[in-house]
Every structure is written in structure tokens, then in C-alpha cells.
């Protein structure tokens, strides 16, 4: 069992940054790899990035890629989600994810992560 709790999150005006952190427990943290997703209101839970379990190779979707940077402490257990540039596009619900998977085509898809986080409300303003 791995519980996930997120935090971070809070109110930046367009073109802010933000840094999201997710800390997990148990000592299995190395075995996972972590993803990031976020949900507008009305809209379908989306990948944000993804990071093996060794931290050696990292996903992106295209909407972020060059604007967010996902990274991972295993002595902290705890993932991150440094996002530079934000805009009102980006306003969501995030959450951190731990899955057993690997690849990308897995670590994009909701239903490869084993557990989730409560989520924490990041708000972007023009």
C-alpha cells in the first residue's frame, strides 16, 4: 500500500511558477514510477508527465513539455512537478500517481497507476 499526498498548489498570475510536491510512504517508493495528472472542471483527467522509477527517463505531454520539469528525491520519497510559465490553461486539480509501469504509452493512461493522491488545486489567473 502507497499513500500519496500532494501538495503546492495555490493561486499564480499567467506566466508564474509553481512547484507541486508529492510525498509518498512505504519504503517501495524506488519500485514505482510517478506520473502527474491534472483535471479541469468538466474535462477528462489528463497526463502531465511521468518519471521512471530510477528518475533516468521522464514523459511529457506536449501541452508542457519545455514550460514544466518533473523530478524525484527516493531518499524523500517524493516526487515533483516544477511549472515555469503557467497560463490559464493550466488551471486544474493535480495529481500525483504511482504505477508499476514503465513505458510511456503505459504511464500516459490513468488506468496503470496502482495509487493516487487527493489532488491539489492549482489556479492560474490573467
Known amino acids: 500500500q502507497v499513500q500519496l499526498v500532494e501538495s503546492g498548489g495555490g493561486l499564480v498570475q499567467a506566466g508564474g511558477s509553481l512547484r507541486l510536491s508529492c510525498e509518498a510512504s512505504?519504503?517501495?517508493?524506488?519500485?514505482?514510477?510517478m506520473g502527474w495528472f491534472r483535471q479541469a472542471p468538466g474535462k477528462e483527467r489528463e497526463f502531465v508527465a511521468a518519471?521512471?522509477?530510477?528518475?533516468?527517463?521522464?514523459y511529457y505531454a506536449d501541452s508542457v513539455k519545455g514550460r514544466f520539469t518533473i523530478s524525484r528525491d527516493n531518499a524523500k520519497n517524493t516526487v515533483y512537478l516544477q511549472m515555469n510559465s503557467l497560463n490559464p490553461e493550466d488551471t486544474a486539480v493535480y495529481f500525483c500517481?504511482?504505477?508499476?509501469?514503465?513505458?510511456?504509452?503505459?504511464?500516459?493512461?490513468?488506468?496503470?497507476?496502482?495509487?493516487w493522491g487527493q489532488g491539489t488545486q492549482v489556479t492560474v489567473s490573467s
Open positions: 512505504g519504503r517501495t517508493f524506488i519500485t514505482y514510477s
Open positions: 500517481a504511482a504505477s508499476t509501469w514503465y513505458s510511456s504509452g503505459a504511464l500516459r493512461q490513468p488506468p496503470s497507476y496502482n495509487y
Open positions: 518519471i521512471t522509477y530510477s528518475g533516468g527517463v521522464t
